[in-house]
């Protein structure tokens, strides 16, 4: 459920400035690159959503740094961003904390989705403007 929430968290803001195609091809690269990281390297197969979910959190952040929401949005989502990360991070440092492998997993992720969100911005960021005024986002 938690994951549920996550995603739409994130994916609902992010699928309407990104459109719908581009935030589908981003979520299954996200998850790919997670799940190859995972049995590659973690010797992990349980990535799941997880993976992707933290992958868009990272290509949310360069979306706010960038100044791409107007500044309400950047507000709000910037903050909500930041809390279930923090959530997140902390709950699973005290769950796995003899496992520290899986944090360092989910960073990576994250860290991915950051440079994939720069990636986008630098590439696309008239159409990201574009879209994000016209939902008024």
Known sequence: VM???M??????????VLGPIRFAIAFFICGIFANVLGVLYFDMDMAGVWGATFGLFGIAIPLVAFKIFNKKY???FGGTIAAILIITLTSMFFAFINTLSY???????????????VVIVMTQKQFLLRNARRHNI
């Open 103 to 117: 944090m360092v997993y989910y960073l990576l992720t994250l860290c991915f989705g950051i440079v994939f969100g």
């Open 7 to 16: 995603l739409f968290a994130t994916g609902y803001i992010l699928e309407k």
């Open 3 to 5: 994951s549920l929430g």
């Open 74 to 76: 950047r507000e709000l």
